[in-house]
């Protein structure tokens, strides 16, 4: 059973920083592209920052210049640097991968998410 784990959500006030992890665990044979979205209340999710297992980065418009995504790959843990962060940045934030599991003599990639962290910004 696969399973990512965020943390590092929390309040902090406009122009600060936050860093936030992402663990995935499990029967993991590989993990393709790690990637964070984010999600307000009555919206679309949408794609924040991506990375694959090369360390190509793709961002959002949004966040270009000001968010940073890395991943550990030994660790299997995606992070994202949020720097100069802005009350309109105040969303709940996923995590999301493409995860290879072997089963029996079979391998699987499949898409799992993350159960959300909130980050609030606000003076």
């Known amino acids: 059973q696969v399973q990512l784990v965020e943390s590092g959500g929390g309040l902090v006030q406009p122009g600060g920083s936050l860093k936030l992890s992402c663990a995935a665990s499990?029967?993991?044979?590989?993990?393709?592209?790690m990637a964070w979205f984010r999600q307000a209340p009555g919206h679309q999710r949408e794609l924040v920052a991506s990375?694959?297992?090369?360390?190509?980065?793709t961002y959002a418009d949004s966040v270009k210049g000001r968010f940073t995504v890395s991943r550990d790959n030994a660790k299997n843990t995606v992070y994202l640097q949020m720097n100069s962060l802005k009350p309109e940045d105040t969303v709940v934030y996923y995590c999301?991968?493409?995860?290879?599991?072997?089963?029996?003599?079979?391998?699987?990639?499949?898409?799992?998410w993350g159960q959300g962290t909130q980050v609030t910004v606000s003076s």
């Open positions: 499990g029967s993991i044979v590989s993990i393709e592209t």
């Open positions: 990375i694959d297992y090369r360390g190509t980065t």
């Open positions: 999301n991968a493409d995860i290879r599991t072997q089963e029996e003599r079979r391998y699987y990639l499949r898409n799992y």
